[in-house]
């Protein structure tokens, strides 16, 4: 008999979130802590022991547990380690999955934290009971879960579908952390956002916009330039359909690919809603050729945006039961 529970744990440069799981994909307590506060992973480590250990007391001790899933920038399925994550303080390549089952004393999977949501859609949302989707992760970067045959696509090394660095203007914007010109992580992530607002403020000085009331550049985000597109903003909603076009191209490159059966947006650019939904979905059927067309269904996470990358981390070993 499985066992009713698992420990989801979400990495990311800045907060670490944990919880426990129950099998219907309910998180039962959840906490977090600062992950770039510990210099040394060990310490990091047994500070995550101290702060889960009464969790999982309260649901009965270690036995009722399947195990423990984590997400993690650079994350490798296959051999459990943390590869030369840029936004962590811990260098090189880390065994974590194995420092983590060491401390725990419980089965311990790791993987990147794209493909981590992922598998928490199909266990627990909107890809459930699909076997052919694509996640996509619309946050400051874009990351990418593809699975095929109902199996995540992990490549020979464990790092296949990196979507987000994917060149889809060509001699493009140049993204400042991996120095390539014209991915589509450097138009359609929230970071992308903010510099196309910049550029067009810039290229079009005499159109007048609400955003340019934010005297400091530093003030303008995706966020802020969402609540001017909603106020009909003229620049705010040319950034969002610019943004929905490259998009839509990257996707129907992705369609070709794989044929999925649904692409499913995820992260904080899709609370802009229709405003990107609708470019997006328009260019990808205008890039697709006709076997292609009007086959795949594009959507939005309907995971809860706190508690999904914890429902995705325990997927790893929930699924495993």
């Known amino acids: ?5 698992a420990i989801g744990i979400d990495i990311g440069g800045t907060n670490t979130k944990f919880g426990i799981v129950n099998q219907s994909g309910e998180i039962l307590q959840q906490n977090r802590l600062q992950t770039n506060k510990y210099e040394k992973v060990q310490d990091f480590i047994n500070e995550l022991h101290e702060k889960l250990q009464p969790m999982i007391n309260e649901a009965g001790g270690i036995e ?23 936004n962590l303080r811990w260098k090189g390549i880390v065994p974590f999955a194995k420092m983590v089952s060491d401390k725990f004393g419980l089965l311990t999977r790791l993987t990147n934290d794209a493909n981590a949501a992922a598998m928490g859609e199909m266990i627990y949302g909107t890809a459930k009971g699909m076997k052919h989707f694509i996640v996509i992760t619309l946050g400051t970067g874009v990351g990418s ?29 140049l993204h400042k952390n991996t120095g390539i010109k014209g991915t589509l992580e ?34 303008i985000t995706s966020k802020t330039v969402y609540d001017c597109a909603v106020k009909g903003d003229q620049i705010a ?32 650019l899709t609370k802009a809603g229709d405003l990107i939904l609708n470019p997006t979905k328009q260019a990808m059927e205008a890039s697709l050729i006709q076997v292609f067309k009007n086959k795949v269904k ?4 309907q995971l809860p945006e706190a508690d999904s990358a914890i429902l995705g981390a325990s997927a790893l070993v929930m699924e495993a039961e």
């Open 237 to 268: 909603n040319e950034v969002f359909r610019f943004t929905g076009q490259i998009l839509g191209e990257a996707l129907a490159n992705f369609v070709m690919f794989s044929s999925p059966e649904a692409i499913i947006l995820f992260g904080g």
């Open 298 to 301: 594009l959507l939005f996470s």
């Open 186 to 219: 450097s138009y359609a992530s929230a970071t992308g956002v903010r510099e196309t607002a910049l550029e067009l403020l810039r290229q079009y000085p005499d159109i007048p916009s609400l955003i340019r009331q934010y005297e400091n550049e530093e003030q």
């Open 64 to 86: 009722n547990f399947s195990g423990i899933g984590i997400g993690a920038p650079n994350g490798n399925y296959y051999t459990g380690n943390i590869e030369y994550a840029a």
């Open 1 to 5: 008999m499985a066992q009713p529970y």
């Open 145 to 173: 879960g593809i699975v095929i045959d109902g199996k995540i696509v992990l490549g020979q090394d464990g790092f296949a579908g990196e979507l987000g660095h994917t060149i889809i203007r060509h001699d493009g914007r």
